[in-house]
């Protein structure tokens, strides 16, 4: 799923860029979320903290209560992959930003053909989220797209006969059969059960005693089996 996080003090603007955001996604049929805000304020902050897939921030750099550059910081403190767009009253203030390494994809003027500018640093984002190791799936019309490194597990509900692929923020729930999966990822991921394909790079503990394994956000399963334990790197 992608996740636009989008800033601005100004309501009508908001909605330009939300609607900007809906004519271009409905063309590519990728599912995603936009999440609409006027200051960087507590909600804000929270979905700047969560674990969402496919980040594409477009912030205003003057709201009320900060500066879309300090917030911009803060996020590079501990993601680098999301992407950043601004917006700004100042086209003058485009030289503060270069000064700065923030790696943002751009910054548009609000008086400067908008909406025509945006659409193109947004049609660029997507371009850049499809390049990162993803997999990608159809499911009844929708494309998904996650992230390798978002997936923790993959197993098997035997009751509805689908595969779950198991991230940090969600489950998704598909009809392909595991071995099918398994020849769209990569060398990071093992099979440590029948029914589960598990992403080592994620993984901090295995404990072949116990038959379960740890992983770097405290999430801990059973699905390791005597049959595939030689084959882990890990324990």
Same mark, same amino acid.
């Given at each position: ?7 601005? /003090? ?68 501990? /993601? ?10 100042? *086209?003058? #203030? ?18 400067? /053909? ?11 984002? #997507? ?57 769209? #990822? ?12 598990? *992403? ?6 295995? /404990?072949k005693r116990g038959n379960t394994i740890l992983f770097d956000n405290g999430l801990r399963i059973n699905l390791l089996s005597d049959n595939y334990?030689?084959? #882990?790197?890990?324990?």
């Amino acid at each position: 799923m992608i996740n636009f996080i989008v800033c601005d /003090d100004n309501s009508e603007v908001r909605q330009n860029v939300a609607d900007t955001i809906g004519k271009l996604m409905m063309k590519n049929q990728l599912v995603y979320k936009v999440h609409l805000f006027s200051d960087y304020d507590k909600s804000f902050k929270k979905v700047l903290d969560e674990k969402l897939s496919c980040k594409i921030y477009i912030l205003d750099i003057e709201a009320p209560s900060a500066s879309g550059i300090d917030i911009a910081r803060k996020i590079r403190d501990t /993601d680098i992959d999301s992407i950043i767009i601004f917006l700004t009253s100042h *086209n003058e #203030l485009g030289s503060v930003l270069l000064q700065d390494e923030l790696m943002f994809l751009t910054f548009i003027c609000k008086f400067n /053909d908008q909406e025509k500018r945006l659409e193109s640093a947004i049609t660029k984002a #997507l371009q850049m989220v499809g390049v990162k190791q993803a997999i990608r799936f159809d499911d009844r019309g929708s494309i998904y797209t996650i992230p390798l490194h978002d997936i923790l597990y993959i197993t098997r509900d035997s009751i509805d006969r689908k595969s779950i692929i198991v991230t940090d923020y969600t489950e998704y729930k598909i009809g392909k059969p595991l071995n099918e999966i398994m020849e769209l #990822l990569d060398e990071r991921f093992k099979q440590t059960h029948r029914a589960c394909i598990t *992403n080592m790079d994620r993984v901090r503990v295995v /404990d072949k005693r116990g038959n379960t394994i740890l992983f770097d956000n405290g999430l801990r399963i059973n699905l390791l089996s005597d049959n595939y334990k030689k084959e #882990l790197r890990v324990g």
